[in-house]
Nanobody, 121 residues
């Protein structure tokens, strides 16, 4: 069992930056692939990015490539999402997730409660 707690969301102007953090707890938390998903109002939840447990492999949705960066510190059981050049269309609730496959949206089993990111134009 893995528990996930996100932090770092907020309101930012277009072009700005935010860094989200996700603290994982559980005996084997560091052995899971980790990812970030988002859900905008009226839209389905979508995978934004994922990272495997060794941090050697990452996946990014086309919409965030070159702007977002995922990283993890297994010693701290924490994963980060650095978001730069934010756009109003990035506005959503962002969820941290843990699972087996970093690049498979269907492979995530554990979810955080979500943190709101709002980008104003």
């Amino acid at each position: 069992q893995v528990q996930l707690v996100e932090s770092g969301g907020g309101l930012v102007q277009a072009g700005g930056s935010l860094r989200l953090s996700c603290a994982a707890s559980g005996r084997t938390a560091s052995s899971y692939a980790m990812g970030w998903f988002r859900q905008a109002p009226g839209k389905e939840r979508e995978i934004v990015t994922g990272i495997n447990w060794t941090a050697e492999r990452t996946y990014y949705a086309d919409s965030v490539k070159g702007r977002f960066s995922i990283s993890r510190e297994n010693a701290k059981n924490t994963v980060y999402l650095q978001m730069n050049s934010l756009k109003p269309e990035d506005t959503a609730v962002y969820y941290c997730a843990a699972g087996r496959y970093y690049n498979d949206a269907g492979g995530y089993n554990y979810w955080g409660q979500g943190t709101q990111v709002t980008v104003s134009s």
